[in-house]
């Protein structure tokens, strides 16, 4: 498959008053349709780092940072930045990426289906079946006129999930999604989830501290390994297959 993310030496330190850790990822490539977990205790960096491949956070450093999404043009994601080319990154988010955020981000003053459009309105896509389909492949289809704050803690994971792929992007990120729900409904929307994703081609990378759940899964994962540095004030979390 083709490689879809090129990490090199790319780093990221987040210190407050000298202390704090230093993301450090020596060399990752993620290839289409792959499903990569990212392993890790909490605190250790794996929002940064998604946050990084979805290109909200920029990294202090990088040798290379590249994406080469299935449909669309290869981009150096560190030119860019370096560039703050901020309209070209955003566009590239919303074309490319869907992103399931640990707290589901649901707008909670839109309806189940107003939220899930949103991602197909900012890109000017019109009306078609899209989300009656993905809706019902979810078990959401019922929920679409309720407001978040009416849905049950699953129902949310889904409908965030639902409008992560509406717009049918090749790569989903998804940070802890389901880190609030217990373990048989975690294990029910992710087995749905992983069907809808194999089923249009999308790459997943997702983060947890569920070992053993990423191995029922059959993930693909990238290990975290913390060592202290500058005296035990700074910890460098180093990401590597």
């Not at 008053?17 to 290839?31: C, D, T």
């Not at 940072?65 to 560190?78: E, I, N, R, T």
């Not at 309209?87 to 990426?97: M, P």
Request: with cysteine.
């Amino acid at each position: 498959m083709t490689v879809i993310y090129t990490l090199r030496n790319v780093v990221k330190e987040r210190l407050t008053n000298g202390a704090g850790f230093r993301l450090n990822v020596p060399k990752i490539e993620i290839r289409s349709q792959e499903n990569i977990a990212l392993i890790g205790h909490s605190g250790c960096g794996k929002s940064t780092l998604l946050d990084m491949l979805a290109l909200i956070l920029r990294p202090d450093d990088s040798e290379d940072f590249s994406l080469h999404p299935v449909d669309g043009d290869s981009s150096d994601v560190a030119e860019l930045w370096q560039r703050n080319r901020q309209g070209a990154l955003s566009q590239i988010r919303k074309q490319h990426i869907g992103y399931v955020l640990q707290s589901g981000g649901l707008l909670p003053y839109l309806t189940v289906r107003e939220n899930i459009e949103l991602p197909r309105r900012l890109l000017g896509l019109p009306d078609d079946d899209s989300i009656d389909s993905i809706t019902k492949v979810l078990g959401i289809h019922r929920q679409l006129d309720k407001l978040p704050g009416h849905l049950s803690v699953g129902e949310r994971s889904r409908a965030a999930f639902a409008r992560a792929l509406s717009h049918r992007p090749s790569i989903l990120i998804a940070d802890e999604p389901t880190a609030t729900l217990d373990p048989i409904t975690t294990q029910k929307i992710m087995a749905v989830v992983m069907e809808v994703i194999k089923g249009l081609k999308i790459t997943l990378i997702t983060a947890s501290h569920d070992w053993a759940h990423v191995y029922k899964m059959d993930l693909r994962t990238l290990n975290q390994v913390a060592e202290p540095v500058e005296d035990g004030k700074v910890y460098q979390s180093t990401f590597c297959d």
